[in-house]
């Protein structure tokens, strides 16, 4: 069964606007979640991770929250650019295993 | 520059064919994975491996076997490839020190025909 489910499938946003991707999870030992980012033709990179004893993490425009006890983290995108258009992965590691969504596909309109 | 680095980016080869994937990776890593991708289903593990000669199946081992003679390389292997298999192919690395980030490579893209 899916370990981490992500949602939603595909995201269509204007530039400008604000692109939300949310993942849940049921294993309470996971203890590190990443978000990953795949441009066309590469392998995913990481883009912004957070681990369970704090409730958000921000780095420019990608900020995380976290909902531990609803078992809940979102990805949001403020100010969403074109080249922010790619493909989205959550995840959710405990020791050495990831356990990763099934991915967003997110094109920014201009 | 840290690097994960695939032998291909594209395949195509025959049913039943033995099919040989190999990934290196240059940051002295201890763990390497390999997943697939597929629309709608994200990445999926196949294999991993903690150590050299060390493996272990991960959620969809069938069909496919692995190899890691040396810390830096992990080898997939596709005894007789059939056509469910085609795929993107991403080969990842982790260390046991430190940073938790998975490194992956570029993909390999296969095609079964």
């Known amino acids: 069964q899916q370990q981490v489910k992500q949602s939603p499938q595909s995201l269509i946003v204007q530039k400008g606007g604000i692109s939300i991707i949310n993942c849940a999870y049921e294993n309470t030992a996971f203890d590190y979640f990443p978000w990953y980012q795949q441009f066309p033709g590469k392998g995913p990179a990481l883009l912004i991770a957070?681990?369970?004893?704090?409730s958000e993490k921000k780095e420019g425009r990608f900020t995380i929250s976290f909902n531990k006890s609803a078992k809940q983290f979102s990805l949001h995108i403020m100010d969403s650019q074109p080249g922010d258009s790619a493909t989205y992965f959550c995840a959710a590691s405990s020791g050495n295993q990831f356990y990763f969504g099934t991915g967003t596909s997110l094109t920014v309109i201009p | 520059d840290v690097k994960v680095t695939q032998s291909s980016r594209y395949l195509v080869k025959r049913t039943g064919e033995k099919v040989f994937l190999e990934c290196v990776q240059d940051?002295?890593?201890?763990?390497m994975f390999w997943y697939r991708q597929d629309p709608g289903l994200g990445l999926r593990l196949i294999y991993f491996s903690y150590d050299v000669k060390m493996k272990e199946k991960g959620d969809i081992p069938e069909g496919y076997s692995v190899s890691r003679e040396k810390k830096e390389r992990f080898s997939l292997i596709l005894e007789s490839a059939s056509t469910n298999q085609t795929s993107m192919y991403l080969c990842?690395?982790?260390?046991?020190?430190?940073?938790?980030?998975?490194?992956f490579g570029q993909g390999t893209r296969l095609t079964v025909v």
């Open positions: 957070i681990r369970p004893d704090v």
């Open positions: 940051m002295d890593h201890e763990n």
């Open positions: 990842a690395s982790t260390s046991t020190r430190g940073i938790t980030e998975a490194f």
